[in-house]
């Protein structure tokens, strides 16, 4: 077989690869329905938890469980799936608040955290408040 055959087939074969991730919805990204469905995945992993209230973000790929003091539990989406986890502000490297939209960065090196976009700036404030500790904000009050 040639060189140029050769090349020819690689590249057609990484083509169809990508094409078909593509067209089996491997692109697509999870979209939460509402709070509810944030709260029965949510479950799903941590079954003994009782998250009081939900804020979803703007865009419904992500959701922030208040679980009481010092603890927020997160739903978010990764490809077609969600990730869970429980998040305490010991688990905040940084973490800003511009109006509607939360940026933080996780000390975990599964999940570095991200930029997150609420309707509305009352949930942007009360993501950031579950993440910083009620008490650091008593404090600064």
Do not use: Y
Not at 104 to 130: C, I, P
């Amino acid at each position: 077989m040639s060189l140029p055959v050769l090349v020819v087939l690689v590249v057609f074969g990484i083509a169809l690869s990508v094409a078909a991730v593509h067209f089996t919805g491997g692109t697509t990204t999870a979209t939460l329905a509402g709070p509810d469905q944030a709260l029965a995945r949510f479950a799903e992993d941590f079954p003994d938890e009782r998250p009081s209230t939900v804020q979803l973000t703007a865009d419904s790929h992500a959701a922030f469980l208040e679980l009481g003091p010092q603890r927020c539990g997160i739903v978010q989406s990764i490809g077609d799936c969600f990730l869970t986890r429980i998040v305490r502000p010991r688990d905040v490297l940084a973490l800003a608040r511009e109006g509607n939209v939360v940026s933080m960065r996780s000390n975990d090196f599964t999940w570095k955290g991200g930029t997150f976009v609420f309707a509305d700036e009352a949930g942007a404030l009360a993501v950031a408040a579950a993440l910083q500790g009620r008490d650091q904000i008593r404090k600064a009050a």
